[in-house]
């Protein structure tokens, strides 16, 4: 069992910056690809962006330039540095990890989530 645990969301003004995190811990032999995910009220949840464990990385169109997704593969951390917030970023942000155990099975685990709110 893996678990994911977030930190960092909170209320920031327009224009604003956020970093959140996520620590995963558990029977992890590897961690392959990285995400974070956001879901705003009365909306689906959508991809933000997501690092591979080749840091390759994709991002949505809406955040290109603004957000920027990390990882510490020592510390099986994924970050995403939000800058330049907007009120439509306010969202519960969910982190998303693939994860290959020390059994070698592959699953898949999301974090609780954070909730980000962007306004003044």
């Known amino acids: 069992q893996v678990q994911l645990v977030e930190s960092g969301g909170g209320l920031v003004q327009p224009g604003g910056s956020l970093r959140l995190s996520c620590a995963a811990s558990?029977?992890?032999?590897?961690?392959?690809?990285m995400g974070w995910f956001r879901q705003a009220p009365g909306k689906q949840r959508e991809l933000v962006a997501r690092?591979?464990?080749?840091?390759?990385?994709n991002y949505a169109d809406s955040v290109k330039g603004r957000f920027t997704i990390s990882r510490d593969n020592a510390g099986n951390t994924v970050y995403l540095r939000m800058n330049n917030l907007k009120p439509e970023d306010t969202a519960v942000y969910y982190c998303?990890?693939?994860?290959?155990?020390?059994?070698?099975?592959?699953?898949?685990?999301w974090g609780q989530g954070t909730q980000v709110t962007v306004s003044s």
């Open positions: 998303h990890c693939v994860v290959t155990h020390t059994s070698r099975s592959t699953s898949a685990y």
């Open positions: 558990g029977s992890i032999f590897s961690i392959n690809d």
């Open positions: 690092i591979t464990s080749g840091d390759s990385t």
